[in-house]
Every structure is written in C-alpha cells, then in structure tokens.
C-alpha cells in the first residue's frame, strides 16, 4: 500500500494507466526500522506528555494545507522531524525523485507525495526542476 498525499505532477487516466508509487510500504518500514525503538519510545511519551502543544501543531499543518501554503508545510513538518530530518524527510526525497525520474521515462505520469517532501532546496520539486522536468500543483 502507497500513502499519498499531494497531487503534483503531470495528468493520469486512471482507467488507462498502469499504478504505482514512489515509495512502497516496505520502504515506509525500513525507514521506520532505521530509528532506534528507544528514540521512537521517547518521541512518543513527548507527544502523550504534550497534548495541548502537538495539537496545536497539527492544527497549524492542517491550517496550512488548507491553504496550499507548502513552505509552512515544509517548516513545520521540519522542525517537528528535528534530529530526524535526513531520515524522514531528505533521504526519501532523493529515493522518491529517482523513482520519478525512472517512471516518467516510460510514460506520461502522475504522482502524489507528502507535501513535506515538495518545498526546500532538497524538495522534490525543486530537485525535478533543476533536473529539467515541468511540474505544476494540481488543487482540487
């Protein structure tokens, strides 16, 4: 199963192509595998001991969403990640980018990714634009 988020690029006839995704549920899991279960424990006591605090993050992110607003996406979703950036965020950028760079060499594509993964120097978007392929968000 694919977690997908943000539609980004390209058009898709769902009827007509063949799916996939960026980064499988197994890639998910190996990047979760990557992070020592103590850091994991710990990470989740603070959000249990921080209700208040996170909840008013997660409003924040959905606030941005709704707005479109991918830079704060990005910021928020950076600052919570902290010591966990390279891992969750920057490492998968460049899997997720090859990924795309492979499938669109076989047909026109569409793909969804986090909309964490698009803003910033190592955004996916940022990183497709200097390798030369046209992006353009798609909103509903």
Known sequence: ??????IFFGKKHWNQEKNGGVET???QIGILQQI????QIKSL???CKNISVYSKQLKLLSSAYKNKDIKSIYTLSKK??????KIML???NEKMVR?????CRESSS?????????YGSKGILNVLKSEDFKVRPVFS
């Open 45 to 47: 006591r603070t959000i």
């Open 99 to 103: 990924s795309i760079n492979e499938k």
């Open 1 to 6: 199963m694919d977690f997908l988020w943000i």
């Open 110 to 118: 569409f793909f969804a990714v986090g909309a964490a993964h698009l």
């Open 80 to 85: 919570q990640l902290g010591g966990l950036k």
């Open 36 to 39: 020592p279960m103590e850091i």
């Open 90 to 92: 920057y490492d998968r």
């Open 25 to 27: 549920f197994e890639d």
